[in-house]
């Protein structure tokens, strides 16, 4: 071997070994950037996220905003999405999902912790996209401690209603149809509703059982057009005074149909003396079978291939992190093995999540431009209750079908597989 060839090799092992030492430090420095996470959490409840995430010992920065999902459509457009993104219901995933732009969550959480409809709302790929990370019921109404109402339809006059959001507005006019539809049509219609079931052949906006079920919803504006008016304008966390609507210094009403995240906005006192029962029997219409309970979730999703946003995920997901959550922020889980502390109503919700007939919440699961429109919808509604005038339903649901039909046409997926679980 010549001195010149071994000269030619040393610098090529040295040249190797300079290689590998880049490679290393590129990965050490990628494993040390903060894992980047978007969320909907603001305020106290972010502070108490933020403990939890501490806990699991990887760097992380967290972004909480009310404006959510155009902050994400901003970030994905400019090629510069989190790594994280955790988001209210599953119709906005699953259009990023179509788009390729989520990575799946395959064997990063045991689905068996997650009973339907939770973990049964994948794509039709076989893969797993999302995972609930924070559970809430609706199908409820509170009411103060001592006052429980009758078995029977509350009048105008009783409700406390708030429509306005930081977000997107209408959300708490969209709920009161969806429990209608749920409890008067039942699991089987609200699946069929909630997904487009049947493609643009079948009108479900138009549908005997929604229309009827808007009707309803307006009748009882109708009671109280002033209310409705004064509904459009005001927040649906009550006034600035941190007690809600139901607690809240222009008290006056004395029930809520409002998801268990209200405890959030009544205050630690007035959280207390705050009960709950079924909506059913309270609803336009009355009647006192329990159909479903509609629920809802906010879900985290992967945007990148990074190991610690995957071993974030997996963390998160876990029961072990999922307790803890419950625990430090009062807040509730999909994992079935989470034990849920606290008095009766804690224990009241805790079941609900877990046990009987569920449903995800119908707006969330559908695709973007219908539950916008669907917003929309429902305010216009309210406004044209509130100044006198005829409401135009059946206008108002055309046009809304006719949003469907477009989105349809656009959508060559069939990402969800179900919205409700049988028990």
Not at 49 to 67: D, E, M, S, W
């Amino acid at each position: 071997m010549t001195r010149r060839f071994k000269m030619l090799v040393l610098l090529m092992v040295m040249l190797l070994i300079a290689a590998v030492g880049v490679v290393v430090v590129w990965t050490q420095h990628d494993d040390e950037e903060p894992v980047t996470i978007l969320g909907t959490w603001t305020g106290q409840q972010e502070e108490q996220f933020k403990t939890v995430l501490r806990g699991f010992g990887i760097p992380f920065h967290y972004q909480g905003t009310a404006a959510q999902r155009e902050v994400l459509l901003s970030k994905v457009q400019s090629g510069e999405p989190p790594d994280v993104v955790i988001m209210p219901g599953i119709g906005e995933l699953a259009e990023y999902r179509d788009q390729n732009r989520l990575k799946p969550l395959d064997r990063l959480y045991d689905p068996k912790q997650y009973g339907a409809p939770w973990n049964a709302a994948g794509a039709a790929s076989g893969h797993v996209y999302w995972v609930p990370v924070k559970a809430d019921l609706k199908s409820i109404v509170w009411y103060r401690e001592g006052h429980r109402p009758a078995n029977a339809p509350a009048p105008m006059r009783s409700w406390c209603m708030g429509m306005d959001d930081d977000g997107a507005s209408g959300w708490p006019g969209t709920d009161w149809i969806e429990d209608l539809v749920l409890q008067r049509a039942g699991p089987g219609f609200y699946t069929q509703w909630a997904l487009n079931s049947g493609g643009p052949k079948k009108k479900w906006w138009t549908s005997d059982q929604v229309r009827t079920a808007w009707a309803a919803w307006a009748g009882l504006l109708e009671k109280n057009r002033p209310a409705a008016g004064k509904a459009l304008l005001t927040d649906h966390r009550g006034p600035s005074d941190g007690h809600g609507l139901l607690f809240g210094a222009a008290r006056g009403c004395t029930l809520e149909h409002q998801g268990s995240f209200a405890r959030s906005f009544y205050g630690s006192k007035d959280t207390e003396h705050a009960r709950l029962m079924d909506s059913a029997p309270l609803l336009p219409g009355g009647g006192t079978r329990v159909r479903a309970h509609e629920v809802t979730g906010d879900f985290a999703a992967l945007f990148s291939k990074r190991a610690q946003a995957r071993e974030l995920i997996r963390r998160l997901s876990s029961k072990e992190a999922q307790q803890k959550w419950a625990t430090v922020a009062g807040v509730f889980s999909a994992n079935r093995q989470v034990v849920p502390k606290g008095e009766a109503v804690e224990r009241q919700i805790a079941q609900r999540l877990l046990k009987g007939p569920r449903c995800l919440d119908a707006s969330d699961v559908m695709a973007p431009a219908v539950r916008d429109a669907f917003y929309e919808a429902v305010l216009l509604t309210m406004a044209r209750v509130a100044e006198r005038r005829d409401p135009h339903l059946g206008t108002l649901l055309e046009n809304v079908q006719r949003v469907q039909d477009v989105s349809t046409l656009n959508d060559g997926h069939a990402a969800l597989q179900t919205v409700c679980s049988t028990h």
